[in-house]
């Protein structure tokens, strides 16, 4: 079975700093790897799949890049509304998600 | 835009069915394939199974054994049941379609309901 793994588990950053996610997969999934942001008490959001497409009404700030198995979010300049977690999921095979990653506030 | 809606019991006793209703507003189920996807509180996000428009099905592997979905095209909606629930099964409940129409499941999950709280308990 394929597991998937995110680092970090947690962040803390401010306003306009540029955040990077890692998220892997313990086999390679090609480019079968979406990225959701969860914001609390709401459902996921997807902003990026296929490894690297930005979901319709995304804001570019947001992108994803990674194949294989190593896989990377990357927000140009956080703003407040991206304080959330996020996570990875492949869909190579049977879906799966990783275990998230929570964005908080430095 | 399309939206989904979860419905059903909130509280569910143990060794009993969950059922969960996803209707489906501002387009139609044909020609998607549609997901149900759970959140225990406090923790992350498993893939329970899809349906496609047609009928055809595929679980997750891990609860196989006691889901089955189903679609009503009439209505607009597609439903889930769950057998045999335990307290493990506490979580809120998601629909959500695939991202696009396909002639196969791509698990690209957008847009997603605002989920439900089921509560398994005596």
């Known amino acids: 079975d394929i597991q998937m793994t995110q680092s970090p588990s947690s962040l803390s950053a401010s306003i306009r700093d540029k955040v990077t996610i890692t998220c892997r997969a313990s086999q390679s999934i090609n480019t079968y790897l979406n990225w959701y942001q969860q914001r609390p008490g709401k459902a996921p959001k997807l902003l990026i799949y296929?490894?690297?497409s930005l979901q319709s009404g995304v804001p570019s700030r947001f992108s994803g890049s990674g194949s294989g198995t190593d896989f990377t979010l990357t927000i140009s300049s956080l703003q407040p509304e991206d304080f959330a977690t996020y996570y990875c999921q492949q869909s190579y095979s049977i879906p799966l998600f990783g275990p998230g990653t929570k964005v908080d506030v430095k | 835009q399309v939206q989904l809606q979860e419905s059903g019991p909130g509280l569910v006793k143990p060794s009993e069915t969950l059922s969960l209703t996803c209707a489906v507003s501002g387009g139609s189920i044909n020609n998607y394939y549609w997901s149900w996807i759970r959140q225990p509180p406090g923790k992350g996000l498993e893939w329970i199974g899809y349906?496609?428009?047609?009928?055809?099905?595929n679980y997750n592997p891990s609860l196989k054994s006691r889901v089955t979905m189903s679609v009503d095209m009439s209505k607009n909606q597609f439903s889930l049941k769950l057998r045999s629930a335990t307290a493990a099964d506490t979580a809120v409940y998601y629909c959500a379609r695939d991202k696009s129409v396909a002639r196969s499941f791509m698990g690209w999950f957008d847009p997603w309901g605002q989920g439900t709280l089921v509560t398994v308990s005596s």
């Open positions: 349906i496609s428009y047609s009928g055809s099905t």
């Open positions: 296929a490894a690297s």
